[in-house]
């Protein structure tokens, strides 16, 4: 079974510039999380879908942060424009239910690395 | 308000001895799931060990396994038999399925635990 994938891996860009990121979860889960983890502390909830339905964006900056999944299968994560403080790893993660009681267990990619100058 | 405390944010440990890592969460809530998920340098997070709140016996997996105290909301996470593979940052997760609005996992900061050969 493939893992989580996302792209670019790295990605350095000047402040006011833009920046996407792309994440194709694994196969068959219907549930996909973007997350915001800045040096030195925990994942951050930007936004939570199921299929391709927003369940949580409670905590996306959404003057900057847009974020799609048309088709309830990948999804891109937009940063328009992009702030210092938005130097991060941006994580998605999937899983096959939203409130399974049997899992709550998520599957993440490797994760992209975002460096604004 | 559910939060996750991790009051260790770095460990070392000699290669083969054992260490625990610590983790209090607070909630009002009486059905939820714990995890420790590990995340290596520059590589995904991967889920170590779950727990479910109303089993009384505490999870393992092979060398990993935690003590858990409802009464006293901790999760402490023991690895037996350290390995150099074992260095990475540790994230204990909060969980809770029955709880409206506010089902999702909460993170708390995370150990860096090194390991010494």
């Known amino acids: 079974e493939a893992g989580v994938a996302q792209s670019p891996r790295y990605k350095i860009i000047e402040k006011r510039q833009s920046v996407a990121f792309w994440c194709n979860p694994i196969s068959g889960h219907a549930t996909l999380y973007w997350y915001q983890q800045i040096l030195g502390q925990g994942p951050k909830l930007l936004i939570q879908?199921?299929?391709?339905?927003?369940?949580?964006d409670s905590q996306l900056p959404k003057d900057r942060f847009s974020a799609e999944r048309l088709k309830g299968v990948d999804s891109t994560l937009k940063i328009q424009p992009a702030k210092l403080e938005d130097s991060a790893v941006y994580l998605c993660?999937?899983?096959?239910?939203?409130?399974?009681?049997?899992?709550?267990?998520?599957?993440f990619g490797e994760g992209s690395r975002l460096t604004v100058l | 308000a559910q939060t996750v405390t991790q009051s260790q944010p770095e460990m070392s440990v000699q290669e083969a001895e054992t260490v625990t890592l610590s983790c209090t969460y607070d909630t009002s809530e009486s059905d939820y799931y714990l995890f420790w998920y590990k995340q290596p340098p520059s590589r995904q997070m991967i889920l170590v060990i779950r727990?479910?709140?109303?089993k009384q016996q505490n999870a393992t997996e092979n060398r990993f396994s935690v003590n858990f105290q409802k009464a006293a909301k901790s999760f402490s996470l023991k690895i037996s038999d350290s390995q150099l593979g074992d260095a990475a940052m540790y994230f204990c997760?909060?969980?809770?399925?029955?709880?409206?609005?506010?089902?999702?996992?909460?993170w708390g900061l995370g150990t860096s635990l090194a390991v010494n050969p």
């Open positions: 879908f199921q299929n391709n339905g927003v369940v949580d």
């Open positions: 727990q479910e709140a109303y």
């Open positions: 993660a999937s899983s096959r239910y939203v409130t399974s009681a049997n899992t709550g267990e998520l599957f």
């Open positions: 997760a909060y969980y809770a399925y029955n709880a409206g609005n506010n089902r999702k996992l909460i």
